[in-house]
């Protein structure tokens, strides 16, 4: 038996495995594109590194793409293969390889309880937390992560190897849970501590989003940025926010630039990767900037991807694509999908039916100037379920207040707007939106054409 350095416990006896697993390790827990090898370089020293085989597994589930499945089942299937070939494995082994089969069976809640079973019994081993953090922030469980890094955060020591990485974790549970102050201090603490950790860097920027302070989120970024420049697709995420911080002070220009330049300057297939790309665009087109032809590469991506109905999260977001580029005959199949896939099992069946298919409807109803057939104030109640962050999913809350005040519906614009105003300040578009509710004509009927939804094509 040997322990590695962050305290996960294999049923090993190749030192060179296990520190190829420790890199491994840290480079995901640093969004760091060098898992894959060192995971490869681990499987080579040792074939029966079980805990190689799920960390495998779950990289293919949680990027989400149809395609991956076979990879993940393929991955359970030799980490089960291996903890039958030692007899049974270490525990923490053990509940690795049954929390990859709920994740890959689509049970992301009952795999996330699984790994913090590992953390329970011994609270500082590193990356089940890491893990189940992620799988939470799928599912938009935001009360159990944090409540998971609250129960844990005793028993962490400065000391430990992973300590900046669990209170980056900790940061963005506290951030999403609206307690601010806290959230700032404890990201700083985290890269101070792990100069490494994109994710505590992520959640102080989180902070000045939610409290519209874009200069200072500028700066932080920018201040930054030597250690998150080094992340895989991460990245494309931290210059995002950047370019919504740019957004916010009427620098569309520079949003843009960094747009091309780094949210999207690779055309790849990442859901994470578009989900930044669409809703920067939706919200540099929604305050009348013109975005040129951008949209329509992200539309071509969103059609190889309208019946994958792998996360509901990003469905929404290639749906956002699908509109906006008036391709209204593939945005009716991304929409019967998810209609379809509510009348399924698993997590994202759950959430298809809880809120996506609502949702999805809303949206391509709206973009044919249809009025919606929804409370839209209890439909925004429900939209944590998604999964992802309040920043990300503060794209479809704007489209919800738009949606209300185009068909004239000043009460509900104004409830969705008070709604956003409970977790964020207000910000340029909530006065644009306040500023437009009280000058404009309240007519019976408003009826807005798809053109609506077009003019930032």
Not at 370 to 375: E, F, N, T, V
């Amino acid at each position: 038996m040997i322990q590695d350095i962050f305290r996960l416990a294999h049923t090993a006896e190749h030192p060179d495995a296990i520190a190829a697993f420790e890199r491994a390790t840290d480079e995901v827990a640093a969004h760091r594109p060098g898992a894959g090898a060192a995971l490869a370089e681990a499987l080579a020293a040792d074939p029966q590194l079980v805990a190689a085989h799920c960390l495998k597994g779950f990289a293919q589930v949680i990027l989400a793409r149809s395609e991956l499945q076979l990879g993940a089942e393929a991955a359970l299937l030799s980490a089960e293969q291996a903890l039958q070939a030692k007899g049974g494995g270490s525990e923490d082994e053990t509940l690795l390889v049954f929390a990859l089969r709920r994740a890959t069976e689509g049970k992301f809640h009952t795999a996330a309880d699984l790994l913090e079973t590992i953390t329970d019994a011994r609270p500082t081993v590193f990356l089940p937390l890491k893990l189940s953090h992620a799988l939470r922030f799928m599912v938009g469980d935001l009360a159990g992560m944090l409540k998971c890094t609250e129960a844990l955060a005793p028993a962490y020591d400065p000391a430990l190897d992973g300590y900046g990485y669990f209170l980056g974790c900790h940061a963005f549970g506290l951030e999403e849970a609206g307690r601010y102050e806290e959230a700032e201090r404890t990201g700083r603490a985290a890269t101070l501590a792990e100069p490494k950790d994109a994710w505590g860097i992520h959640a102080v920027a989180h902070v000045y989003e939610m409290r519209h302070q874009p200069a200072d989120g500028i700066a932080w970024i920018n201040q930054q940025r030597a250690s998150w420049t080094g992340c895989n697709n991460f990245a494309y995420h931290l210059a995002w926010h950047q370019g919504l911080f740019h957004l916010e002070q009427g620098e569309a220009d520079v949003a843009l630039h960094l747009y091309d330049t780094e949210i999207r300057a690779h055309s790849t297939d990442d859901f994470r990767d578009i989900t930044n790309a669409a809703s920067l665009l939706w919200r540099l087109a929604e305050q009348g900037t013109a975005v040129g032809t951008r949209w329509g590469e992200l539309a071509e991506r969103a059609r190889q991807r309208k019946t994958d109905g792998t996360l509901m999260f990003a469905a929404l977001h290639h749906l956002l694509s699908l509109l906006a580029t008036g391709d209204f005959a593939s945005a009716h199949e991304c929409v019967a999908m998810i209609g379809a896939r509510a009348e399924g099992e698993g997590d994202q069946a759950r959430v298809a039916a809880l809120v996506a298919r609502d949702l999805a409807q809303t949206l391509l109803r709206a973009a044919q100037g249809q009025r919606p057939r929804l409370d839209l104030p209890e439909l925004a109640e429900r939209l944590p379920l998604l999964g992802g962050s309040h920043a990300q999913r503060d794209v479809f809350m704007r489209a919800l207040a738009q949606s209300a005040a185009r068909q004239g519906n000043r009460k509900e614009a104004a409830t969705l707007l008070r709604m956003r105003a409970e977790r964020r300040r207000v910000d340029r578009f909530a006065e644009r939106m306040f500023q437009t509710l009280a000058t404009a004509p309240a007519p019976a009927t408003v009826a807005h054409g798809p053109s609506q939804w077009r003019h930032h094509a």
